[in-house]
Every structure is written in structure tokens, then in C-alpha cells.
């Protein structure tokens, strides 16, 4: 099978085929698997502030929690917690189990977990338009079973092939996590993220849904 050649990355020729040639849409796929290839905006671009907020929404129950993420070489990067408020059953039980999720997710090489042609297949589904802009969406399927792949559909920016939104659940986590739904929604500025709010929900046994949303914020943007 031919293969197109990009930087630290190899695009099956059939999957670009299918998109008109020269089209904005086979630019910003493009550009889109090439960035994500490379790396992720929120791990190696500084420090990284972590506002987490979890809830039981049948019990009425709810905390949060305020941290710092900054990028350690290639191993994952450290995450300082500086503050909890709230139910300590919320805290324990789901913030808790959200970090174990998100440690199992972080030992996972990024080459083998980023949302690339590599790892996935991408199935074109149309294209959306708002007052912004406009995003080309795409189902997407893991190729292999791995912690921390995600079966559902990805938005990029027609311009500029940037994420903007990912909707799904995560594939083969860990008996305890029981199944996981995500919606990641990322802010962009001229092409660039600053700011992302993943929602996670999932059943937790004797205690009902669990919801937990992190907002992710690069700190360099929010000093003048």
C-alpha cells in the first residue's frame, strides 16, 4: 500500500484519497495529523493549570480540586495538587478514581495513544458551520485495543486542522472504571489551543453516575 511521508508520521495514501483533491479538507487532515503526531499542547508547551470538578449528581454530592502540570522530559508529566474543597466521598471516590484512570492513560507511549491515522481509522461524516468557522467531523476507531483510545468522533478546524471537539468512550479501561463516556472541547486561538474541558461520566457501584469535568488552561496565557 503507498504511503504519504510527513514528519513523524505515515498517512495511508487510501484514507486521503477519499477526500477531493487539494480540498481545504485534505489540508487541514493534514495539518491536523502532523501537529498531533508531534505532540500534545496541553504536556509539553509549560506549565499547565488543572481545575477539577467532580460531582454525584443522585446524591447531591460534589468537590473540586486546583493543580499544576508541568512537563517532565518524556516521562509524564508531574502534577502538583494544591488545593480539595468539598465531599470527601466525591474527593475519594471520584476525583480519586479519575487520577488512577488518568495514570493507567499516561504510562501509554503518546506514539501509541494519539488520535492519528496510525492508531485510528478515520471515516469522514460532513462538515458543520458556525459562527466561527467551520469544523470537519470524523468518526474514528482505535486499529489496536489500548488503555486510553477513544471510539466515537472528532471535530477539527477547516482552516487550520486543529481539535476543537472529541466525543466518545474510552476503550478497554480497567474493570473498576466500568465504561467511560468523554467530551473534549478545546478552546483555539489562531490556530492554537489555550484552554481544554474534558467531561468524563461513569457508574460507580453503590454510589450511582459519576461526572467529573477538568479544564486545562496554559499558564503563559493567563499572565498579561
Known amino acids: 500500500m503507498l ?23 485534505a489540508n487541514a487532515f493534514a495539518r491536523y495529523s502532523v501537529a498531533h503526531a508531534e505532540r500534545d499542547p496541553f504536556e509539553k508547551s509549560g ?55 488518568r495514570e493507567e492513560i499516561d504510562l501509554q507511549p503518546r506514539t501509541l495513544v494519539s488520535i492519528t491515522p496510525v492508531n485510528y481509522k478515520f471515516h469522514f461524516a460532513g462538515e458543520v458551520r458556525s459562527g466561527a468557522g467551520a469544523a470537519y467531523i470524523y468518526d474514528v476507531a482505535p486499529r489496536k485495543k489500548r488503555p486510553g483510545l ?52 461513569w457508574v460507580i457501584p453503590l454510589l450511582g453516575r459519576a461526572e467529573v469535568a477538568i479544564t486545562e488552561t496554559l499558564l503563559k496565557d493567563l499572565v498579561p
Open 150 to 201: 477513544v471510539l466515537g468522533r472528532l471535530w477539527m478546524d477547516s482552516e487550520t486542522g486543529a481539535e476543537v471537539l472529541l466525543s466518545g468512550r474510552l476503550t478497554d479501561t480497567s474493570p473498576s472504571a466500568g465504561e467511560v463516556t468523554l467530551v473534549r472541547d478545546t478552546k483555539v486561538v489562531n490556530g492554537c489551543a489555550v484552554s481544554r474541558t474534558t467531561h468524563l461520566a
Open 3 to 25: 504511503v504519504l511521508g510527513f514528519p513523524g508520521l505515515n498517512i495511508r495514501a487510501a484514507e486521503l484519497c477519499r477526500m477531493t483533491a487539494g480540498s481545504t479538507q
Open 47 to 101: 506549565p499547565v493549570g488543572v481545575l477539577i470538578e467532580a460531582s454525584l449528581p443522585d446524591l447531591y454530592k460534589a468537590a473540586a480540586a486546583v493543580g499544576v502540570r508541568t512537563p517532565h522530559g518524556k516521562t509524564p508529566a508531574r502534577f502538583q495538587l494544591l488545593q480539595v474543597v468539598g465531599d470527601e466521598t466525591v474527593s475519594e471516590e471520584v476525583i480519586g478514581r479519575y487520577a488512577d484512570l
